[in-house]
């Protein structure tokens, strides 16, 4: 049995239809995992600033390992410049409130700042 012409031009066409969405599905997965690798490009370029702060609380570390709360603490710090963060530091570090330290702030490439006890 012949397949009338119309018919095999719908048919024809759904099936291309169906491929360019398969092959859009495709590239928009590319497209998403590539931004993902220049976004971790961009985090991963850091810029460190040593900056003056005064210890202004201690708390204990807030974690699920046990390890890490036996060494580690939450320090609260006022920087010079009148921001509050908080750094995590080993207790062997020893910190006091009110002493005056330098910490390192971290300048990520994608705009994010963090600070770490150095």
Not at 30 to 52: H, K, Q, S
């Amino acid at each position: 049995m012949a397949m009338r012409e119309e018919t095999r031009r719908k048919l024809d066409r759904v099936i291309r239809v169906q491929r360019l969405k398969r092959i859009g599905i495709g590239a928009m997965a590319l497209v998403a995992i590539g931004a993902y690798f220049v976004y971790e490009d961009l985090d991963a370029r850091i810029e460190n600033v040593r900056v003056p702060a005064t210890v202004a609380a201690i708390t204990p570390l807030n974690v699920k390992s046990t390890r890490m709360i036996e060494d580690g603490l939450t320090v609260d710090m006022l920087l010079n410049d009148g921001r509050h963060v908080n750094v995590i530091a080993l207790k062997t570090s020893s910190p006091h409130v009110g002493d005056h330290v330098e910490i390192t702030e971290h300048h990520h490439g994608t705009g994010r700042i963090t600070y770490s006890w150095k």
